[in-house]
């Protein structure tokens, strides 16, 4: 009884990662702080729309842009702006904005605050922690150096997950 229940959360998985596989998250984008919805959304879509072509190169046509909303509550202080997701229609936009990562660091000042990630399941996330956190135990065990000189980052994909460590400037 227990393996067929495992075996529903893990199809329930896939199907969510699945689902997730061409969507990514950013963070830092400004946000309109109007009451009017429609007005809202036109502004995050022309945001990314702007952020493609004019850092990644990548133009994007009516329809590329499958979804776009903001998560979390909405604020009246506007202290912080929410997170915006991104879905694509076509999962090679994602790739190439993925892979071309670094274009942010030499983008125009609007987009310099802008930071971008993939949109992960929840297990995901708790994989990518736990990593992070078994690296940097391993450190402290074999290290003599402080912690924080250190980012911890995970690459790879799938089985392939392997932390990497990161002198920071």
Known sequence: MEQVSKSFEELEEEKDVESRKANIILY????????????????????????????????CYQGDVAKLYRLGKW?????VARP????FSQIDIKSRVMSN???????EE????VSISNHLTPKQ???????????????????????????FLVVGQGH?????KVRKN
């Open 28 to 59: 830092r984008v400004p946000e309109d702080r109007t009451e009017d919805l429609t007005m809202r959304n036109n502004k995050d879509k022309a945001f990314v729309i702007d952020l493609l072509d004019h850092v990644f190169d990548i133009k």
């Open 75 to 79: 604020s009246t202080d506007g202290s």
């Open 84 to 87: 915006l997701l991104v879905g």
């Open 101 to 107: 990562l670094r274009q942010l660091k030499e983008a």
């Open 110 to 113: 609007r987009f310099k605050g």
């Open 125 to 151: 996330r708790e994989e990518i922690k736990k990593l992070i956190a078994d690296a940097k135990k391993d450190h402290s065990e074999n290290s003599t150096e402080d912690e924080e000189n250190f980012r």
């Open 160 to 164: 392939r997950k392997r932390v990497i």
